[in-house]
């Protein structure tokens, strides 16, 4: 008998499989990783920020005191000292977290499967921002909802196009924060009206909150959780503020959601890495992120600020930016007609430079002349050089 007959997996594919396709960041990724591109394209945190000394000094320190509970199994909901210290950080008097509301999951990626799992069925709407983060919409879309795009502007999500229509949606997905894509902050009047108006309408808030420590000033308006915190999911990560590597984010979740996404955790991965929980506990306990946040806001301030230098100097007319005041991008709008998926393949073929085109950011109609720049990647010498030659394509009309 021949047993090289090849395979046909499509015809094995599950409906839901079939309708994935690759993600427009991780090959955009595979992109930027080739050494003569300068890249504004993947949100890859500035590498100088890793604390590799302290996670190497945890690690020796985990693995000689408590090495064997390091490398076992443990509990689905997390490492309970280290839910202990997210309670007390998030926590606000009129919003107390206790610890049993944590959740510690391997990413915040991860706690958007979770909750695509927990509250999604086919056809439910999801309400989201217009444009938003893309990661979550791949989460999302596994579960078949209908996504119902939410007006913007340049103050985040307006609250006041939440209308009786929307009765019925599950949830408001949300990113408060100095926002992936856009970099905008939901302004704090705004915050108010959606906890109002989540209640009026009867739908849930997933508050995604990975930017919040990033405030370039420092601070951020009240967070949406601490407005209606019997309605409200908000999720953190580590990634932004120690490292992405690790692969830890959690959620704060009411107390029946919270039991329900532990099932559905359970049934993914059982728990998140103990050792990862573990030595992060034992390099932020002390109070690590005290001066490490004011390092990395300096650092990403400072590059934003070279980043919107260099465009004032070599954007042509009709070319518009933000100006973020935290987080890691900015949003830019190409002179109307010019479409920013092509931009890019012209740009890393004949410029050498990258950025995320703005479409997959949108749920439905998207913008093609907008697009992303992350500017915390490569370093300033190098955001003057690679603005430079996207400036030179743009003035060329390619
Ligand atoms: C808005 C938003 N949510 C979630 C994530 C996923 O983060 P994590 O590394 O915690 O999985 C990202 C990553 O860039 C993000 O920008």
Not at 171 to 178: E, K
Request: proline residues 8%.
């Amino acid at each position: 008998m021949k047993t090289d007959t090849p395979v046909d997996f499509e015809t094995f594919f599950s409906a839901r499989a079939r309708a994935l396709q690759s993600s427009v960041i991780r090959e955009t990724l595979k992109i930027t990783e080739r050494p003569e591109i300068i890249s504004f394209a993947g949100g890859l945190p500035a590498p100088e920020t890793f604390p590799v000394r302290e996670m190497l000094a945890a690690l020796e320190r985990v693995l000689t005191r408590r090495g064997a509970d390091a490398l076992q199994y443990s509990t689905t909901e997390g490492f309970a000292p280290l839910r202990e210290w997210i309670a007390a950080r998030k926590g606000t008097p009129e919003a107390p977290v206790r610890p049993d509301q944590v959740l510690i999951v391997s990413g915040s990626q991860q706690g958007l499967d979770l909750l695509a799992k927990a509250l999604i069925d086919p056809g439910d709407r999801v309400l989201v921002e217009t444009p938003t983060y893309l990661g979550a919409l791949q989460a999302f879309s596994l579960f078949g909802p209908r996504f119902v795009s939410i007006a913007s502007d340049a103050d985040g999500l307006m609250p006041e196009t939440l209308s009786e229509p929307l009765r019925g949606a599950k949830f408001l997905y949300c990113l408060p924060n100095f926002q992936n894509p856009t970099g905008r902050l939901l302004a704090e009047e705004r915050r108010h009206r959606l906890a109002e108006k989540a209640r009026e309408l009867d739908f849930i808030i997933l508050e995604d909150d990975p930017y919040g420590d990033l405030s370039y000033a420092g601070g951020a308006p009240c967070s949406i959780r601490s407005l209606a915190p019997e309605r409200t999911v908000y999720m953190g990560s580590f990634s932004k503020i120690l490292s992405p590597g690790i692969r830890l984010g959690y959620l704060i979740a009411p107390d029946v959601l919270h039991a329900k996404l532990v099932q559905a955790k359970q049934a993914t991965d059982l728990h998140t890495s103990t050792l990862s929980q573990m030595a992060a506990y034992e390099v932020v306990k002390d109070g690590f992120l005290e001066g490490h946040i004011p390092a990395i806001r300096k650092l990403y301030g400072d590059q934003c600020r070279a980043m919107l230098d260099a465009l004032s100097r070599h954007m042509p007319d009709g070319v518009r930016w933000s100006s973020p005041k935290g987080g890691m991008f900015l949003w830019a709008e190409l002179p109307r007609g010019m479409d920013a998926t092509k931009l890019m393949r012209r740009a890393v073929e004949t410029a050498r430079v990258a950025f995320m085109p703005g479409e997959p950011f949108y749920a439905e109609n998207p913008a093609p002349e907008t697009l992303r720049l992350a500017f915390v990647t490569a370093p300033r010498p190098r955001i003057e050089e690679g603005i430079e030659r996207l400036a030179g394509l743009i003035r060329a009309g390619c």
